[in-house]
């Protein structure tokens, strides 16, 4: 039996053995700052641009293409900011969904107050934006769309492919955030259209506070941080060398191990849904049923809150989250499963099981065990 059964790999993962191995150098033997011009500086340099290669080709995009900076929330901050202020003059108008990240939501809450005009697409109880209404909703002023490629919470994959299409068509920038998608879902940025895409290491066995952000050439583009002009001026700052070695390592493995890591996946998921489903009567699995990360598992109970189900379910050794890590905090229920029709109370029964590399069928059937015997109790 092992001490622990995490199930919370979308809040985040631990740094994969070979991962760590890769980054230990990077911290006391070549510490050299990127811009130096001696041999220790060269080490760096070179570190820094075979990681840039790496995630370039794990996404089918030019390595002059890819941004580092801190992780999913700059990314799509430097996206949305970004973008928006370097083409005011095109237009004022932003489309995304209302299930988006709170990185997403609050960058538009800050654009309204500069006077940019935000259209929040609703969502189907699956949880998938209707194409038809983001069509309705372009407008001749409308400047960039921003939908999630998953979603967090609930799972549910957006049509991207068409999404993309639809952007091409209009010639409206499309940036999605694909901080969930990484690893589970093969992601060609030429074959989807996509013009701006937000990366987080943290989340696929890479550490945390390193992220990237793709910016297709010639999308025209305004920096948060003035400096040292590192990453082409558009993001100053010394490079994190050791969390972006560790980016770069973590995405190749992602990528080389896809097909295998999302089968299992996948099974772990619907053996979970199986058991919990026959063993639990009256359980809602939120999210869609096909289009869904292959690592996610949201259900609802009818009658216990998930605050209660989880501090049990941790006093047994076991980690799942509530609607997300970001709101675990806040009382409220979560903007997502609100914008997918849980009535509130609901909504507070719902807990997200998020499975990773680190799991087998034993934790499968051990935690639905767990949760049957606490809600019967
Ligand atoms: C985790 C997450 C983020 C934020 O990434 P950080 O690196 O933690 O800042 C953004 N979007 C989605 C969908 C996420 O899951």
């Given at each position: 039996?092992?001490?622990?059964?995490?199930?919370d790999h979308?809040?985040?993962?631990?740094?994969?053995?070979?991962?760590?191995?890769?980054?230990?150098?990077?911290?006391?033997?070549?510490?050299?700052?990127?811009?130096?011009?001696?041999?220790?500086?060269?080490?760096?340099?070179?570190?820094?641009?075979?990681?840039?290669?790496?995630?370039?080709?794990?996404?089918?995009?030019?390595?002059?293409?890819?941004?580092?900076?801190?992780?999913?929330?700059?990314?799509?901050?430097?996206?949305?900011?970004?973008?928006?202020?370097?083409?005011?003059?095109?237009?004022?108008?932003?489309?995304?969904?209302?299930?988006?990240?709170?990185?997403?939501?609050?960058?538009?809450?800050?654009?309204?107050?500069?006077?940019?005009?935000?259209?929040?697409?609703?969502?189907?109880?699956?949880?998938?934006?209707?194409?038809?209404?983001?069509?309705?909703?372009?407008?001749?002023?409308?400047?960039?769309?921003?939908?999630?490629?998953?979603?967090?919470?609930?799972?549910?994959?957006?049509?991207?492919?068409?999404?993309?299409?639809?952007?091409?068509?209009?010639?409206?920038?499309?940036?999605?955030?694909?901080?969930?998608?990484?690893?589970?879902?093969?992601?060609?940025?030429?074959?989807?259209?996509?013009?701006?895409?937000?990366?987080?290491?943290?989340?696929?066995?890479?550490?945390?506070?390193?992220?990237?952000?793709?910016?297709?050439?010639?999308?025209?583009?305004?920096?948060?941080i003035d400096?040292?002009?590192?990453?082409?001026?558009?993001?100053?700052?010394?490079?994190?060398?050791?969390?972006?070695?560790?980016?770069?390592?973590?995405?190749?493995?992602?990528?080389?191990?896809?097909?295998?890591?999302?089968?299992?996946?996948?099974t772990l998921?619907?053996?979970?849904?199986?058991?919990?489903?026959?063993?639990?009567?009256?359980?809602?699995?939120?999210?869609?049923?096909?289009?869904?990360?292959?690592?996610?598992?949201?259900?609802?109970?009818?009658?216990?809150?998930?605050?209660?189900?989880?501090?049990?379910?941790?006093?047994?050794?076991?980690?799942?989250?509530?609607?997300?890590?970001?709101?675990?905090?806040?009382?409220?229920?979560?903007?997502?499963?609100?914008?997918?029709?849980?009535?509130?109370?609901?909504?507070?029964?719902?807990?997200?099981?998020?499975?990773?590399?680190?799991?087998?069928?034993?934790?499968?059937?051990?935690?639905?065990?767990?949760?049957?015997?606490?809600?019967?109790?």
């Open positions: 039996m092992k001490e622990i059964i995490y199930l979308s809040a985040t993962t631990m740094v994969s053995d070979a991962v760590l191995r890769e980054m230990m150098p990077y911290y006391n033997k070549f510490y050299g700052n990127a811009s130096g011009l001696y041999f220790l500086a060269q080490e760096s340099k070179n570190a820094l641009e075979l990681s840039r290669q790496r995630v370039a080709r794990a996404i089918n995009a030019r390595p002059n293409e890819i941004y580092f900076l801190s992780g999913g929330s700059e990314a799509d901050n430097l996206a949305l900011k970004g973008v928006a202020r370097a083409n005011k003059r095109r237009g004022n108008h932003i489309i995304t969904t209302k299930i988006e990240h709170k990185a997403i939501l609050n960058a538009c809450r800050t654009l309204e107050q500069e006077g940019f005009e935000v259209t929040y697409l609703d969502v189907l109880p699956n949880g998938m934006i209707r194409l038809e209404d983001l069509r309705k909703a372009i407008r001749r002023n409308t400047i960039i769309i921003s939908i999630m490629f998953a979603n967090n919470e609930i799972g549910t994959v957006q049509p991207i492919e068409q999404i993309g299409l639809i952007a091409r068509k209009y010639n409206i920038i499309f940036h999605t955030d694909a901080v969930q998608a990484i690893g589970q879902f093969k992601i060609d940025v030429q074959r989807y259209n996509i013009d701006l895409l937000s990366i987080s290491a943290h989340k696929f066995y890479g550490p945390k506070g390193v992220g990237a952000l793709y910016v297709r050439q010639g999308v025209r583009i305004e920096k948060l400096g040292g002009t590192q990453e082409g001026d558009l993001r100053s700052g010394t490079e994190n060398i050791p969390g972006i070695v560790g980016l770069g390592k973590a995405i190749e493995e992602a990528d080389i191990n896809l097909y295998q890591n999302t089968n299992r996946l996948i998921r619907e053996n979970f849904i199986k058991n919990i489903e026959t063993q639990i009567p009256g359980v809602i699995i939120n999210g869609d049923r096909k289009y869904r990360l292959p690592c996610n598992v949201s259900v609802s109970f009818r009658n216990i809150d998930a605050k209660s189900l989880i501090a049990e379910l941790s006093n047994r050794k076991i980690c799942v989250s509530g609607g997300s890590a970001c709101s675990s905090k806040n009382p409220k229920p979560s903007h997502v499963l609100t914008a997918i029709g849980l009535h509130p109370s609901i909504a507070n029964n719902t807990i997200r099981v998020t499975f990773g590399l680190d799991n087998d069928m034993e934790d499968v059937i051990y935690t639905v065990n767990q949760i049957k015997d606490i809600i019967n109790h």
